[in-house]
Nanobody, 122 residues
Framework: VQLQASGGGLVQAGDSLRLSCVDSGRTFSSQFIGWFRQAPGKEREFVGVINWSSSYTFYAHSVKGRFTISRDNDKNTAYLQMDSLKPEDTAVYYC????????????????WGQGTQVTVSS
């Protein structure tokens, strides 16, 4: 079972974009979901995470206050609302299931999907 991210595209600096992450499995509502991104030539980096009930979220410093993670367990879908986008937000964005351990470590997650490209022009 993989999580599939979608909703990426080409936008201008200052624009907003909402990404979706759909889980085809049966355990979505009990899982923490994390968002990561990977820019060309760089390592995959943590963006944020949400717990199963939406009562807790944690964000990377670089996106805090601009990005918001939410989820709809009835639709098996998590969202990443991205506002005030900057060119440095350009990356492939991924969602994944949290297994335990450090929130910011990619090894703490599995069920990575293919990701969705976000390009922010200046």
């Amino acid at each position: 079972v993989q999580l599939q991210a979608s909703g990426g595209g080409l936008v201008q600096a200052g624009d907003s974009l909402r990404l979706s992450c759909v889980d085809s499995g049966r355990t979505f509502s009990s899982q923490f979901i994390g968002w990561f991104r990977q820019a060309p030539g760089k390592e995959r980096e943590f963006v944020g995470v949400i717990n199963w009930s939406s009562s807790y979220t944690f964000y990377a410093h670089s996106v805090k206050g601009r990005f918001t993670i939410s989820r709809d367990n009835d639709k098996n879908t998590a969202y990443l609302q991205m506002d005030s986008l900057k060119p440095e937000d350009t990356a492939v964005y991924y969602c994944a299931r949290y297994l335990g351990g450090s929130y910011v470590n990619t090894n703490s997650y599995d069920n990575w999907g293919q990701g969705t490209q976000v390009t922010v022009s200046s």
